[in-house]
T-cell receptor, first 114, second 119 residues
Framework: AQKVTQAQTEISVVEKEDVTLDCVYE???????LFWYKQPPSGELVFLIR??????QNEISGRYSWNFQKSTSSFNFTITASQVVDSAVYFC???????????FGPGTRLSVLP | GAGVSQSPRYKVAKRGQDVALRCDPI?????LFWYQQALGQGPEFLTY????????KSGLPSDRFFAERPEGSVSTLKIQRTQQEDSAVYLC?????????????????FGPGTRLTVT
């Protein structure tokens, strides 16, 4: 069975601080896909990144970076120099090889204070 | 281009009423998913279509829930005899065909959701 754990329920930081959101997953498949989504107060889930299980290269996109470590089944998300607009709930999700069953973690609520 | 749209955005139903929630996926997207998101929780999978075929409905909580996508485009999620525990945000997502040769097909794009309140 697949499972996604986001141990941090809520995080508060002051603007310009760096913050890392943790994600740990469980799956028996050898091929799977990991995702991060942002859900701002407006409610719409915004796709941020997809990572394939066979590609462990880390990725950076502007102030965002992702650290995928298969050895620890983790896919952590770091925001550098956080801004107030980063305040949202962030979800980590897992899709096994069939691409049908998308499992979300419980989410981490990030508050960036001015 | 246009994203996933859902209507209505808000629905209040009295317990026992039937409701129908509509989803318009991104044009050309083969796969369509429905999720239920309770307050303060992550989305939970309900059902999945590939074109007009409903390939997985394992997440539907009861036989009061029914989804269809008759022409492989617009989808409707119907809830019969609504109960208070059905109150949630219902999210629709669509994606391209997901194959190992096209991993972008695994990226799901979400609509704004329909907030259902059953009183």
């Amino acid at each position: 069975a697949q499972k996604v754990t986001q141990a941090q329920t809520e995080i508060s930081v002051v603007e310009k601080e760096d913050v890392t959101l943790d994600c740990v997953y469980e799956t028996r498949d050898t091929t799977y896909y990991l995702f991060w989504y942002k859900q701002p107060p407006s409610g719409e889930l915004v796709f941020l990144i997809r990572r394939n299980s066979f590609d462990e290269q880390n990725e950076i996109s502007g102030r965002y970076s992702w650290n995928f470590q298969k050895s620890t089944s983790s896919f952590n998300f770091t925001i550098t120099a956080s801004q107030v607009v980063d305040s949202a709930v962030y979800f980590c999700a897992l899709s096994e090889g069939n691409g049908q069953n998308f499992v979300f973690g419980p989410g981490t609520r990030l508050s960036v204070l001015p | 281009g246009a994203g996933v749209s859902q209507s209505p955005r808000y629905k209040v139903a009295k317990r026992g009423q039937d409701v129908a929630l509509r989803c318009d996926p991104i044009s050309g997207h083969v796969s369509l998913f429905w999720y239920q998101q309770a307050l303060g929780q992550g989305p939970e999978f309900l059902t999945y279509f590939q074109n007009e075929a409903q390939l997985d409905k394992s997440g539907l909580p009861s036989d009061r829930f029914f989804a269809e996508r008759p022409e492989g485009s617009v989808s409707t999620l119907k809830i019969q005899r609504t109960q208070q525990e059905d109150s949630a945000v219902y999210l629709c997502a669509s994606s391209l065909a997901s194959t190992p040769q096209n991993p972008r097909g695994y990226e799901q794009y979400f609509g704004p959701g329909t907030r259902l309140t059953v009183t």
